[in-house]
């Protein structure tokens, strides 16, 4: 699984800190109605995440798809300026680089 980075996602840890380390878990798209969602995990530093460790924070994207892979879907979430998770959150994963 890809783990990716990029400064001050908008995710915190409860003590404050940025949950800047992300990977995107599960993605499906609902065929009938051609929204996507995509699971997005988040943890504080490199190290745990590439040790799979239980992250500290996770969120879900739902948004109107146009790829038909799952490629593309990833490609489009790292696209959007700001999206707004389904419990609310804006976050931001453009520009993030893999690590």
Same mark, same amino acid.
């Given at each position: ?6 400064? #001050? ?8 800190? #940025? ?15 051609? &929204?996507?969602?995509?699971? &997005? ?7 745990d995440a590439e040790e799979g460790k239980p992250p500290p924070a996770a969120r879900t994207i ?38």
């Amino acid at each position: 699984m890809k783990i990716y980075y990029t400064h #001050n996602t908008g995710i915190k840890t409860p003590q404050g800190r #940025n949950l800047d380390y992300f990977q995107l878990v599960h993605v499906c798209i609902d065929y009938n109605t051609n &929204v996507s969602n995509v699971d &997005v995990i988040f943890h504080e530093y490199l190290m745990d995440a590439e040790e799979g460790k239980p992250p500290p924070a996770a969120r879900t994207i739902e948004w109107s798809s146009v790829s038909v892979t799952d490629e593309g879907r990833f490609s489009e979430v790292l696209a959007f300026d700001n999206v707004t998770t389904t419990s609310k959150d804006v976050i931001t994963l453009k520009g993030a680089e893999e690590k």
